[in-house]
């Protein structure tokens, strides 16, 4: 059984996730909208959001089976692939930020 501190934990990943599909969904319609230079740039980066977001999803479905022993672990990998998404969001980000933004 999961002690509160865990379940703490788990209830802030899945919130995560979720708003990581969300940033993703919104990502992908900016860029089916946009310019096809722009799309040709973000296809790419999208691309790799979406493997890193199916990879967190495939651990934490993991870490709702952990047992005690390898929770930590679980949540350690989970926790880096959301710092991979977001270091690949920044760099999608920046095809989408007007030349104004990406230079404050």
């Known amino acids: 059984m999961m002690n509160e501190d865990k379940r703490r934990a788990a209830s ?3 919130t995560e996730i979720a ?12 860029m089916h909208l ?12 999208l ?10 999803k495939a651990e934490w479905n993991e ?8 929770w930590d672990d679980v949540h350690h990998g989970l926790k880096l692939s959301l710092k991979a998404m ?7 980000r ?3 930020d007007a030349p104004e933004e990406r230079n404050k």
């Open 19 to 30: 708003e990581w599909q969300t940033k993703i969904d919104a990502a992908k319609l900016q």
């Open 34 to 45: 946009g310019a096809r230079d722009a799309r040709d740039k973000l296809q790419p980066q």
């Open 12 to 14: 802030i990943l899945e």
């Open 86 to 92: 977001q270091r690949s969001f920044d760099k999608a």
């Open 94 to 96: 920046q095809h989408f």
């Open 47 to 56: 691309q790799r959001l979406e493997d890193e977001l199916s990879q967190a």
């Open 63 to 70: 870490l709702q089976k952990a047992s005690e022993g390898a």
